[in-house]
Structure formats: structure tokens, C-alpha cells
């Protein structure tokens, strides 16, 4: 049990069994083939782009404000357990080797993101810069590895911490320091570079130091843990059942009127209890509500082509619905429900009707954004290639689906 390198070993062929698991439903599914055409056809657009950027575009303010979200975005998994409390509690001071571990682990792991990004952007850096080699681009991709390591400490040591607006800031303060840098650095303005990182190192001495005499946070971590398996798991469970997944509820009184529209008839028990478990459940609301910011700023701000404005509706309310189809099973614990006077059938069709209301209103909400983006000829694409997804193609797809794992 003193050995920490064995129990971080355990714990990691734990982890990469049980993740290995779920990955493979997930890549067997043919949810991914849709997911490879729209990478395709998105690759092809953008190597169009790329040769026609406009004269003003902020290409380098584009790809530091990207790369710094990602590098930010940085965190050092743990795995650590509920049981650890006691089990694990009294060895603390011998956990050394386990974090050190945890911390390589958690780089590696985290670095095909960065790697992805740079491949990425590599054509828009070469076409914005017409000097630079592939040694300048590699300088600046070994530079952000650097600076990857350097937000994944700071990270952690603000682990130690219990001022939450602390962390908030260090946060906003990292995300700063990283698109300047980033920025000085794409442009090869390497004495502003300099000044930023004097500035980094100063901020990695000082939070060091801060840090040295507070003791680990194990609840924190442990629930930090959680949260994390709980998004992966929510993401699995697109394509197979996950008995480890938790469902989280949060009170949204504003709401309610959406429920008191629903008639109070034996025929509408499911569209009541589906609508309520939709609209408190941050599982489909809140994906929905993120999908659909994230992608109406992207068609508004990228496109003004209205094929492509219409591709974007369909995929983003595609991928949404998708995300949506295990609200079906949501009640499926509850053994009570199998009591009530209401047919299978009639429960089919008040999810259904349900996810036509959700999806429409997204619908109507791409539309909007691509009339802005791309006229009327955009939002007229949009509406009609959303309208026979949402009512001729999603049913039988999503009957399909639940046919296949069993829920019908």
C-alpha cells in the first residue's frame, strides 16, 4: 500500500480499460462516419478560405485567442477515489510520486488537442506569414509545450487554494498571458515575448511559494474526479447505456410556464415528465443551450455562403438531437412508471414531440443567424434543410437507434 508507483499503475489500467471500453462502442458507431464527411467538407472549406483570407482578417489574434483556450483549458487528473479519504488520507505525505505520475500522465494525455490545433492552423500561419519556415513554426509549437507544463502548475497549485474568485482570475489572468505571448510569438516579436514570460515566471514563483504551506484539497479533488467520468460518461452514453452515469437536476422556476402549457390529460403524462426532465436537467437543456451559442456565433462570424450556413443548421441540429435521444431512458429507474395507463406508444410520441418542439426552436434560432450571415437566400436553406431533418429523417433515425440499444 506504501507503494505509490503501484497503486498510480492500478489506477491507470483502470482507467484506460474502463475508457477503452466505451470507446469502442463509440468508434463502431456510425454516428462517427457523419462526424468524418462534415471534418471532411469543413477541411475542404477552410483549404478554400485559406487561399483568399480577407486583407483585414486577425488571423494571428484568431490562432492566439484558440491556442490559449486550450492551453488554459489545461488540468491534471488524479484519479483519485471517495475511498482515498480514508484509505489513502493518513499516507499523504508520501504521495509525492503518485501526483508526479498523475501530472505526466495528465500532459501527455492532453497534448493531442494542442497537436491538433497546430495542424490546423499551420496553413492559415503560412499564409498570413510569408517569411516563416517550418523551423519558425516548430519554435512556436515547442514554445507552447513549454507553456502548456507552465498552465498545468499553476493550475495545480491553485488546487490548493479555497478562494473560488481566486481561481477565477488566475484563470482569466493565464488565459491573458497566454494570447500575448502566443500572439508576440506567431509574429516572431520575441522581446514583448520576453516580457510576458518574465511575468509568467513571477506568477509560477509566487503561487509556488503560496502554495507550499496549504494542505491537498482530497474533497475538491475527489469531486473534480467525479465530474470528469461523469462528461465522459454523459458522452458514452450517446451510444450505449453507462450505469455509472449520474443524473444532475437544477431548479429553473423561470421555466415553469413552459410546463403549465402542457394539458393536464392521461394522454400527456410522458410530454409532462419528459418536458420537466429537460428543461432541470443540465444533460440536454444545457448541450442544447451550449450547441447552440457555440454554433450561431460560428455561422455568423465565418460564413457568408448560404450552403454552408445550411450545412452548419443541419449538422449543429443533427448533433443536438443525438445528444438528446437518451431522454427517452431518463425515467427508465423509475419502476413506478410502469404502473401508469399509458401505452408505449403514446410515450414513443410525447418524446418525439418533444425533441421536434426543442430542435425546431434551435432550428428557428440557425435560421436567424444565417439570414444574418448569408440573407435570406441563407436562412431559406437553412429552414428547409433543418424542417426534413427534424420531421422526415430524425424520427426513423432516432426509432432506429433506440431499436438498436433495446429501449423499444
Known amino acids: 500500500m506504501n507503494n505509490m508507483s503501484t497503486i498510480w499503475q492500478s489506477r491507470l489500467e483502470e482507467h484506460i480499460k474502463e475508457t477503452r471500453m466505451y470507446m469502442k462502442y463509440m468508434l463502431n458507431d456510425h454516428l462517427v462516419i457523419v462526424l468524418i464527411f462534415f471534418i471532411a467538407g469543413a477541411a475542404s472549406w477552410y483549404s478554400k478560405w485559406v487561399k483568399d483570407i480577407p486583407v483585414h482578417f486577425p488571423s494571428f489574434w484568431v490562432m492566439a485567442v484558440l491556442f490559449s483556450f486550450v492551453l488554459t483549458g489545461s488540468y491534471v487528473r488524479t484519479l483519485l477515489k471517495e475511498a482515498d479519504l480514508v484509505f489513502l488520507l493518513p499516507l499523504e505525505p508520501k504521495m509525492g510520486t503518485y501526483f508526479k505520475h498523475s501530472f505526466k500522465y495528465s500532459y501527455l494525455s492532453q497534448l493531442f488537442p494542442l497537436i491538433a490545433l497546430s495542424l490546423v492552423c499551420m496553413p492559415l500561419f503560412f499564409a498570413v506569414s510569408p517569411g516563416a519556415s517550418l523551423a519558425s513554426y516548430a ?7 513549454a507553456v502548456k507544463a507552465w498552465n498545468q ?3 495545480w497549485r491553485m488546487t490548493f487554494m479555497n478562494d473560488r474568485s481566486m481561481k477565477m482570475m488566475d484563470a482569466v489572468i493565464r488565459f491573458i498571458c497566454n494570447m ?8 516572431s516579436f520575441y522581446v514583448y515575448a520576453a516580457a510576458v514570460y518574465i511575468v509568467m515566471a513571477g506568477l509560477y514563483v509566487y503561487f509556488t511559494s503560496a502554495a507550499k504551506h496549504k494542505s491537498l484539497k482530497w474533497e475538491a479533488h475527489i469531486e473534480y474526479e467525479l465530474r470528469r467520468k461523469q462528461r465522459f460518461y454523459r458522452i458514452a452514453n450517446l451510444f450505449t447505456d453507462v450505469p455509472h452515469l449520474k443524473k444532475q437536476a437544477k431548479r429553473r422556476a423561470y ?8 394539458p393536464f390529460e392521461q394522454r ?27 454554433f450561431i456565433l460560428i455561422i455568423m462570424l465565418v460564413s457568408a455562403n448560404p450552403w454552408i450556413t445550411a450545412a452548419l443548421t443541419v449538422f449543429t441540429v443533427f448533433i443536438t438531437g443525438i ?3 437518451p431522454l427517452f431512458g431518463h425515467f427508465h429507474h423509475l419502476s413506478l412508471q410502469e404502473l401508469y395507463p399509458v401505452n408505449q406508444k403514446a410515450k414513443l410520441q410525447s418524446f418525439f414531440s418533444l425533441m421536434k418542439s426543442a430542435l425546431t426552436v434551435q432550428a428557428l434560432l440557425f435560421c436567424a443567424a444565417s439570414a444574418y450571415a448569408a440573407g435570406v437566400s441563407g436562412a431559406l436553406y437553412a429552414a428547409v434543410a433543418s424542417a426534413v431533418l427534424i420531421f422526415v429523417i430524425m424520427p426513423s433515425y432516432m426509432g432506429g437507434r433506440l431499436k438498436k440499444y433495446g429501449k423499444l
Open 139 to 145: 519554435a512556436v509549437f515547442i514554445q507552447m509545450l
Open 255 to 262: 421555466l415553469d410556464f413552459l410546463l403549465r402549457m402542457i
Open 268 to 294: 400527456k403524462t410522458f410530454s409532462y415528465m419528459y418536458a420537466r426532465a429537460f428543461l432541470r436537467s443540465n444533460d440536454y437543456l444545457g448541450i442544447q443551450v451550449r450547441l447552440t451559442i457555440i
Open 323 to 325: 445528444q438528446l435521444l
Open 153 to 155: 502548475a499553476m493550475e
Open 180 to 187: 500575448l505571448l502566443l500572439y508576440f510569438v506567431l509574429q
